[in-house]
């Protein structure tokens, strides 16, 4: 058994004599300090995981901001424990001070880190990095006052009764490993969904002040003056009050920061369980744009271009049975139907969401044409990666891959080599596969990265791309207009196995709005003057956008 702390160095304050004074029993007081670990744990990876996810949706690229945001809150909690040491002969006052400013960070994180990108994302300069340095910055936050509970706690449960340090070290660690799987579970199964980001954030850091401060002021009180009981009851109420306020006022503030984002015209913000849906303009002769976890993936101003490129110059051949991957918008569907001889089309689209407004929302539904009311057009709620992997009752003619800019991480899986073969084994002999391959003369890198995971895959390949998004309109994550770097054209890649597909337009397709055959050929020869040589496939296990 541990008799006493080792000799202090000189001029360090002497330890407390005896054990704390406690208003029950040391077994009571024991669990009570084991349940505190629970609760703080389980809040200290709701911060952690609130943190990844509001970044991955704001800054993109999710394994990145995961490796930042862990990274930096690991190496943090190693100096927080370091830094802690010199509170260990105040371990109940500093303890409870400590919980208070991380609930206040901690539950103001997501608000604030929302805020930055919201109000400051188009100013552009040293601004346009606001976000990523706040995420570095409560990172860091975060981590330093996590990592200075565990000897505080430790102090804490060694004055109630002493006990061998392994012992100590094994029952601590234990509650605290549990209240992390509770709140690394409870996030995207209760608090996600019920509650949101913002909000989730917020009641997080209320449990964790309310938590701290009662451990401390119940327990501990006997260990503290007058003056700092009553400082710490002071903090704690006015941390929690600017926490109900925040939680109170939210939907205002998601309000202000939505259309500070999107626009003043915001008509439809849906929170599916997949991603963020928002719908603006549509009314009063603005055309409407969709936008998917804040990136626009629709816009009404130049969209035709995008999916004519798309979809007719995969058409110029059988084209009886169509394939989409993605496209719940319904705006592929609408170009497919418009060539004769089309018998059935199926969409296989991940977020039920967005094809429930493309049928519904009056605004969408009239720029998609209605094309899901044509019994031809077939609804299939699924990953289309595992849509893929079962093979079809009968193969197709056309298979078009409308899917997300590829180096989006959620989307890596769906630029594979893996899945171009499986698209592959969907085609009929003849068929031909489309894959939209993000912008040619600002990504060539990744362009041909997608051209050469196809080759990789057994297909021939016949890129192309087209002009498009309006001057001083910039679609992305940033938002922002005007910028000199933001793109301004679409890459596509015509695929089939076998010979190499010839690249244009069926000479009875429908009249076409921008898109014709020789434009479409001098494009072609435009963007093969940017190929990157030299390039290997994408893989699910070594992912290369």
């Not at 925040?246 to 984002?261: I, P, T």
């Amino acid at each position: 058994m541990i008799e006493a702390h080792p000799p202090a160095p000189p001029g360090a304050p002497p330890p407390r004599d005896g054990p704390a004074r406690l208003p029950v029993r040391p077994a009571t007081g024991r669990l009570l300090v084991l349940a505190c670990v629970f609760v703080c744990a389980a809040c200290g990876l709701v911060y952690e995981l609130e943190l990844v996810a509001l970044a991955s949706y704001l800054i993109g690229d999710s394994v990145t901001q995961a490796s930042v945001v862990l990274s930096v809150m690991v190496f943090a909690m190693g100096l927080g424990s370091l830094v802690a040491k010199r509170l260990r002969w105040h371990a109940a006052a500093g303890f409870g001070a400590i919980e208070t400013v991380l609930a206040l960070v901690g539950g103001c994180s997501a608000p604030a880190l929302y805020a930055v990108f919201a109000w400051t994302g188009d100013w552009g300069g040293p601004w346009s990095e606001g976000p990523r340095v706040l995420l570095v910055a409560f990172s860091l936050a975060i981590g330093l006052l996590i990592g200075a509970e565990v000897p505080l706690l430790m102090e804490l449960i060694q004055r109630i009764r002493r006990q061998d340090a392994g012992g100590a070290v094994a029952d601590l660690f234990a509650a605290d490993y549990v209240g992390a799987l509770v709140g690394g579970l409870a996030f995207p199964f209760l608090l996600l969904p019920l509650l949101g980001q913002l909000t989730g954030s917020l009641i997080t850091g209320a449990v964790n002040a309310v938590a701290g401060g009662a451990l401390v002021l119940g327990l501990f009180r006997r260990d503290l003056t007058r003056r700092a009981c009553l400082l710490l009851l002071t903090a704690n109420l006015t941390v929690l009050a600017v926490l109900a306020a925040a939680a109170l006022h939210v939907e205002d503030f998601e309000r202000a920061a939505r259309r500070a984002v999107y626009g003043a015209d915001v008509r439809v913000a849906v929170q599916t369980d997949v991603q963020e849906v928002v719908l603006t303009g549509g009314t009063h002769g603005r055309p409407v744009d969709l936008f998917l976890d804040g990136r626009l993936r629709v816009s009404g101003r130049d969209e035709h271009r995008y999916h004519e490129a798309l979809v007719h110059p995969a058409m110029n051949g059988p084209h009886a049975r169509v394939l989409i991957l993605g496209g719940g918008d319904g705006l592929a569907a609408r170009e497919v139907l418009r060539h004769p001889g089309v018998r059935r089309v199926d969409v296989v689209e991940l977020d039920a969401e967005v094809v429930r407004l493309a049928r519904e929302d009056p605004a969408l539904a009239r720029l998609n044409g209605r094309a899901f009311d044509d019994p031809r057009v077939h609804v299939v709620t699924e990953d289309a990666f595992r849509h893929l992997r079962e093979p079809p009752p009968d193969r197709y003619d056309v298979v078009v891959s409308d899917l997300p800019d590829p180096g989006i991480t959620a989307s890596t899986k769906l630029y594979s080599q893996e899945f171009y073969g499986l698209a592959a084994r969907a085609l009929r002999d003849g068929g031909r596969l489309v894959v939209h391959a993000g912008p040619v003369v600002s990504r060539p890198r990744v362009f041909w990265t997608v051209e050469a995971t196809l080759r990789a895959a057994g297909l021939r390949t016949a890129p192309y791309c087209v002009a498009g998004r309006d001057p001083g309109f910039a679609a992305g994550p940033d938002r922002s207009s005007g910028r000199g770097d933001a793109p301004h054209d679409w890459g596509f890649v015509l695929a089939a196995k076998g010979a190499r597909p010839p690249l244009g337009l069926s000479p009875r397709g429908p009249d076409l709005r921008t898109l014709t055959g020789a434009r479409l050929l001098e494009d072609a020869r435009a963007a093969r003057e940017s190929r990157v040589r030299g390039l290997p496939p994408s893989t699910l296990v070594h992912p290369r956008y």
